[in-house]
């Protein structure tokens, strides 16, 4: 075996580059001599362009949390401004202006703005620390990094907390600056009901809109359909969004009966608070509703994904036992001589994996026995196969690479050797693909041709297969003492070699489901937040329930089952719009490896059961408020 890699040290007044360029000179073909900066560079670019679909994922999920927390202050000032109508108009009454009255308002949201961008950039710079240190438990060290504030995170956390604030606070505060004095000083302080407006059948065009992007996505040859999906996706959660009430309609009817039944009268004023202010409740369903759907979509992608890895692997799976390294790192391949030794083993193969340089480009290679191949491998060789004439050393190519350099059954290939040297290779068979985890690969050579092509010490997979009627303890124990000095190398059965790689996709979407818990906290307290000022809102009407006889129990409750209300239709439309998103997302990922469209109905039957106990746990504070206002002060109250 040769070398695969060297650094060469310089001395303090030499030009790195230039040496670098003399270095080049003598070295064989395929390695390239650069300068530490040059590697550096080539290295921090490869981090990003794997890194960039972690920072875009991050990027969205923060973008559905600013959606989430836009529609929570919009419900808050539209309930602010409805409280201070009288005073607003008592504003305009002396001369105050509309121009005033708005600006007022969202100098109001200015100032929460900056504060909530505040808090929010100390809160997130606590988190990161938190989340190095997490990672640093969990065995990822990421070294001397330690998190930083940068302008660019102040400057954007500033921006966007105050112009997400003003936005949401924009219609209240043109509502305000509208609304004639003489109309706001003679009405109740508490909203009555409202009308729907436009918005919810602008919401039901986008809907249908965002239906028919979808159908094309599916069943149409349109370009690129994950795109069509997307746009259908955004325009459907969008429409959703202005038109919650409209389209749950049916389930608040349901519930609304439901009340009527279980709970009499509370019931039946719980039902009509919960409708008298559609578009306020649309905007608590919807923050609910966003964090739901999401997650749903998360769940089913999760149950097909891991799916169809097990199934996968479970077929492609060969042999009684593995011995495989833990992150892919390639191990010492005297384990395999120490394997053949053990009592009971009745064949071992051994895989190895190497690069060869072919036109400029690295290409994978694969090392192995035409018995192994066949054996211990699920590679359908569909031409051919791996064995030569005494000749040129033989060699399988997939399909693909031979189309791609035009080579087909008995043809020569030559790759270059690490010593400088070359060797020629006949092709003798023809592969689709596969026969991992992980692949073999574009080239798949015997033993004795990978010995010139790559490192022979180094193995990157063992295949064990036992005698009938051997004791698979005993073999097991055997293979564990062959690799107890290599703590990164694991013995696994099949079941155990597949729940393992299954277990690494599972850890990944447990991640996912920790970012999106963060919008349903945001939700939950959207409910609490509207509930309570909705309470101080209804002070006069809740006094004069009481007046008229509720208990405060029943004052509770009436409060409870409006959360509950609101809680449910959020959960029960993010869990439709879930399940449609889950189930397109999965049927266009077909072609790339999640085959098995799984949806786990309990699991989403649960997210809906336990955002109604959410919806109780909002309703306390509230409850308890509104049951402990004096009845004659709550009567006075203008």
Same mark, same amino acid.
């Given at each position: ?541 809740? &006094?004069? /329930?009481? %007046? =008229? @006889?509720?208990? *405060?129990?029943?004052? $509770?409750?009436? !409060? ?54 959410? &919806?109780? /746990?909002? %309703? =306390? @504070?509230?409850? *308890?408020?509104?049951? $402990?206002?004096? !009845? ?7």
């Amino acid at each position: 075996p040769g070398f695969y890699a060297a650094w060469v040290q310089t001395e303090p007044e030499a030009d790195p580059a230039l040496v670098a360029e003399a270095v080049q000179e003598i070295l064989p073909d395929g390695f390239v001599a650069e300068t530490g900066d040059a590697l550096s560079d080539t290295i921090q670019d490869q981090l990003d362009v794997g890194l960039g679909f972690v920072n875009t994922f991050l990027l969205v999920f923060a973008g559905i949390a600013l959606l989430v927390a836009t529609l929570l202050i919009l419900n808050t000032f539209s309930i602010l401004v409805a409280q201070r109508s009288r005073e607003l108009a008592l504003l305009r009454a002396i001369g105050a202006t509309r121009a005033q009255v708005r600006s007022s308002v969202l100098t109001e949201a200015f100032v929460v703005g900056v504060i909530g961008a505040t808090v929010g950039l100390f809160a997130g710079y606590g988190l990161a620390w938190g989340i190095l240190g997490a990672m640093r438990v969990f065995g990822i060290d990421l070294g001397t990094a330690v998190p930083t504030f940068t302008w660019q995170a102040v400057v954007a956390s500033y921006t966007i907390g105050i112009l997400i604030t003003v936005v949401a606070a924009l219609l209240p505060a043109r509502k305000a600056s509208r609304t004639r004095p003489v109309e706001a000083m003679a009405a109740s302080q508490q909203s009555g009901p409202e009308r729907l407006g436009g918005l919810p059948l602008l919401g039901v065009g986008m809907i249908e809109i965002g239906i028919a992007a979808l159908i094309c996505a599916l069943w149409l040859d349109v370009p690129q359909p994950l795109v069509w999906a997307g746009v259908g996706a955004v325009l459907l959660l969008v429409g959703m969004v202005f038109a919650a009430v409209v389209v749950g309609g049916p389930l608040i009817w349901l519930f609304g009966h439901a009340y009527r039944a279980l709970f009499g009268e509370v019931g039946r004023l719980a039902r009509l608070n919960s409708v008298r202010q559609p578009r306020r409740t649309a905007a608590t369903a919807a923050t609910l509703m966003i964090g739901l759907a999401l997650v749903a979509t998360v769940a089913i992608l999760a149950a097909s994904t891991t799916t169809s890895i097990r199934d996968r692997l479970t077929a492609d799976q060969r042999g009684d036992f593995t011995i495989s390294p833990v992150a892919y790192q390639p191990f010492d391949a005297s384990v395999v001589e120490s394997a053949r030794e053990i009592e009971g083993v009745e064949a071992v193969f051994e895989f190895f994996r190497g690069a060869a340089i072919i036109d400029g480009e690295p290409v994978q290679l694969t090392g192995t026995s035409e018995e192994g191949l066949e054996r211990a491998s699920s590679l359908e060789v569909v031409a051919g196969s791996l064995s030569g004439d005494g000749g040129a050393a033989p060699v399988v190519v997939s399909t693909d690479f031979a189309d791609e350099q035009g080579l087909t059954l008995g043809e020569l290939l030559e790759l270059p050797t690490p010593t400088g040297g070359t060797v020629e290779l006949l092709v003798t068979g023809l592969h689709d693909g596969g026969g991992g985890p992980p692949p073999l690969g574009d080239l798949i050579v015997d033993l004795d041709t990978y010995a010139q092509l790559g490192d022979p010490s180094l193995v990157q997979r063992v295949v064990v297969f036992t005698e009938a009627g051997a004791d698979l303890s005993t073999v097991r124990e055997g293979l564990e003492d062959a690799t107890a000095e290599l703590p990164t190398v694991v013995v696994a059965d099949v079941a155990e070699f597949v729940e393992a790689r299954v277990g690494q996709f599972q850890q990944i979407f447990s991640i996912l489901y920790a970012l999106l818990a963060l919008a349903v906290v945001i939700s939950v307290l959207g409910i609490v937040n509207t509930l309570g000022l909705s309470v101080m809102e209804r002070t006069r009407e809740v &006094g004069l /329930l009481r %007046a =008229v @006889g509720m208990t *405060r129990p029943q004052l $509770r409750r009436m !409060v409870t089952l409006e959360s509950v209300m609101v809680a449910t239709l959020g959960a029960t439309l993010g869990v439709v719009l879930g399940g449609v998103f889950g189930t397109v997302l999965v049927t266009l990922l077909r072609d790339d490896g999640i085959e098995t469209l799984v949806v786990p109905w309990l699991q989403l039957g649960v997210f809906v059961v336990v955002a109604a106990l959410f &919806g109780v /746990l909002a %309703a =306390v @504070g509230p409850a *308890r408020r509104a049951s $402990r206002l004096n !009845v004659l002060e709550s009567i006075a109250t203008e």
